[in-house]
């Protein structure tokens, strides 16, 4: 594998995820020399948010500061390379903890974006309210501002598709269901079931090669989903570079994730 062209080994692991890019690396010295510098390429987290944000290195500090997340289509993709191209007109959906919104909104403004009136009615007023902002670039960022009422840990378990309960934080990024989501299947939320928004978002993510199936048949796509997969960003100060955390203690462990 270490006498492969950059090239070649980057379509090889743009096809793969993270997990397996970062497994790979530690199965020598030798593949580790190769994979390193295709790793702080692929997955330098400052260079993928400059994208849309001029000086990712302080949103991030904010997003330690405040709790927030960004998740949405933009996480996934983040772990798994071959889907950016899909993804490279999306919103940046981020997810600001109560009483946060301010501080996070301000930081926005301060990297060149403007809020837009928004159309839609809230949904859930009482659990989250949603703000749009665009730059002159045509970036669109939706931020979701929580209620007290909310908390992270359970919005993103109540996000219609296991397939998008994926986030990154100012500490790291997360996949909350790491197995089914790298091989590409996921199931819908129990509330969605046999509408035609089910329907749609089936269509959609087929044509991606992803497929849904429905909450009652989730045991044919479960894999191994037991536990989150977990990647640290070198600034955080953590020894383990990344690990995995079962279902069952993620909940109590969420707060030192964000």
Request: charged share 25%; net charge positive.
């Amino acid at each position: 594998m270490e006498t492969l062209p950059d090239k070649l080994t980057a379509r090889i692991f743009d096809g793969l995820s993270l997990r397996d890019a970062l497994n790979a690396s530690h199965v020598s010295r030798a593949w580790n020399t190769h994979l390193v510098p295709y790793l702080r390429k692929t997955y330098n987290i400052n260079r993928y948010f400059e994208q849309a944000f001029p000086q990712s290195s302080r949103l991030l500090e904010v997003f330690r500061e405040s709790g927030t997340l960004l998740s949405g289509s933009r996480a996934y993709t983040f772990f798994l390379p071959s889907e950016r191209r899909f993804t490279k007109d999306s919103d940046w959906d981020i997810y600001v903890p109560f009483p946060h919104f301010n501080l996070v909104k301000a930081e926005l403004e301060r990297q060149g974006f403007k809020t837009v009136p928004r159309n839609k009615e809230p949904h859930r007023p009482d659990l989250f309210e949603v703000f749009d902002f665009v730059n002159s670039s045509g970036h669109k960022v939706q931020a979701n501002a929580l209620t007290a009422a909310w908390n992270l840990h359970a919005c993103l378990k109540n996000f219609h598709t296991t397939v998008v309960q994926n986030f990154i934080s100012g500490r790291a990024c997360c996949s909350i269901r790491w197995g089914p989501t790298f091989d590409k299947m996921g199931y819908f939320a129990k509330r969605i079931n046999a509408t035609e928004y089910q329907e749609k978002e089936t269509r959609k993510w087929n044509g991606r090669g992803v497929k849904l199936v429905p909450f009652k048949s989730r045991k044919t796509v479960m894999g191994d989903s037991v536990s989150a997969f977990v990647v640290y960003w070198p600034s955080g100060g953590k020894r383990k570079a990344f690990e995995h955390i079962r279902s069952e203690q993620l909940g109590k462990r969420f707060e030192e994730l964000h």
